[in-house]
């Protein structure tokens, strides 16, 4: 659409994705600047979003018959999406299926999958371990379990804790509590250079590696033990043992061999949604799994500062012509947004879980 403006000068609106832009010619556009499509002056064609993979994609159709990603005809109707509560592991059940008839974590196999896992430290050998319906009782040692002097597993902070009631780490502000059903914070392995600790918040599981009191890197958990080949209660069920060094050796190894990976997301991002790239680089770490905990510490900046980019970042979204959609977990996010063919999409669409 094309509007006159002042001195004479035209204003197009792309019908597509709203963008507006004074042409710097005198001839029509031949395609919008901002998702690059060339049809921007025709009507807007229906965006469509599948329930059951979380595909977006436009058709003149007001009601296509099946998605063009996972080819299923029930992509308009609800699916029931679960989440493992032991490894953070998301998937859709197959059409006409009940949460009551999951029986197993797909991942992890866990037969809990909807329960938190709870862990207990024995006070005699330092082991961690998930109590079993026997008992609090150390496997190890046979021990009860308590302390009394407590070290965060997530920003390395140490004090004195009494009892077993909430823990607040005076460092980072994080609270772990045992009977918490929201977290779960458990060290996994510390070799006096590179720590290991896995941090279940906000419904998501992730491995963090920390060098010091600097985070490295993190991973999700449903990735983490599926690249390795573990089971959930077999990695937990080591943690904080010596005799498997090795085991956390190549764990360690494997993480920091993917610890940049998000660096080629910055520029990338920069571009896309018109932010700094320091707000890229949250962005990017954010989508690798960090919090905004970690990420207060990692990039050296106030927790609130951190929550204030998060704000710009989702206004960039809305002014981006993105579709986001948080009804719909998505695995690779930023695959939708078409860089995986080398191009721009067109036009722009996203389908993105947020953890902000």
């Not at 059409?95 to 938190?116: F, I, M, N, Q």
């Not at 010596?242 to 998000?262: A, P, Q, S």
């Amino acid at each position: 659409m094309a509007v006159s403006g002042p001195c004479h000068q035209v204003e197009y609106s792309c019908n597509q994705c709203g963008h507006v832009w004074v042409a710097r010619g005198g001839g029509k556009p031949v395609k919008c600047p901002r998702c690059r499509t060339r049809a921007w002056s025709s009507p807007k064609v229906p965006t469509h979003t599948c329930r059951r993979c979380g595909y977006v994609w436009q058709s003149k159709s007001e009601s296509p018959a099946r998605c063009p990603k996972c080819r299923s005809k029930s992509r308009d109707r609800d699916t029931y999406k679960l989440k493992c509560f032991r490894c953070g592991y998301k998937w859709v059940l197959s059409e006409g299926a009940l949460p009551d008839t999951v029986s197993s974590c797909p991942s992890c196999r866990s037969r809990k999958w909807d329960e938190l896992p709870r862990t207990e430290s024995c006070r005699a050998c330092g082991r961690y371990f998930v109590p079993s319906g026997r008992g609090r009782t150390c496997p190890a040692c046979l021990a009860e379990p308590g302390s009394t002097e407590r070290r965060c597993g997530l920003c390395g902070m140490e004090w004195v804790s009494r009892g077993m009631a909430d823990r607040v780490c005076p460092g980072c502000g994080l609270v772990v509590c045992q009977d918490d059903a929201s977290e779960r914070l458990v060290p996994l392995w510390d070799d006096g250079t590179y720590r290991l600790c896995y941090l279940f918040k906000d419904a998501i599981g992730c491995v963090y590696l920390w060098e010091g009191r600097y985070p490295v890197c993190c991973e999700y958990m449903d990735k983490l033990i599926g690249r390795i080949g573990v089971r959930f209660e077999t990695f937990l069920g080591r943690a904080g043992q010596r005799t498997y060094d090795g085991f956390w050796e190549n764990v360690v190894n494997g993480m920091l061999e993917r610890k940049d990976d998000y660096k080629g997301d910055i520029q990338f991002l920069t571009e896309r949604l018109k932010i700094t790239s320091f707000q890229a680089e949250v962005l990017a770490l954010h989508i690798s799994g960090m919090g905004p905990e970690v990420l207060s510490i990692r990039l050296g900046v106030s927790l609130k500062d951190i929550r204030k980019d998060f704000t710009i970042i989702q206004s960039a979204f809305d002014n981006s012509g993105i579709l986001v959609n948080d009804s719909v977990y998505t695995d690779d996010p930023l695959s939708l947004y078409g860089r995986s063919e080398g191009r721009r999409p067109n036009p722009p669409i996203l389908v993105m879980e947020h953890r902000m």
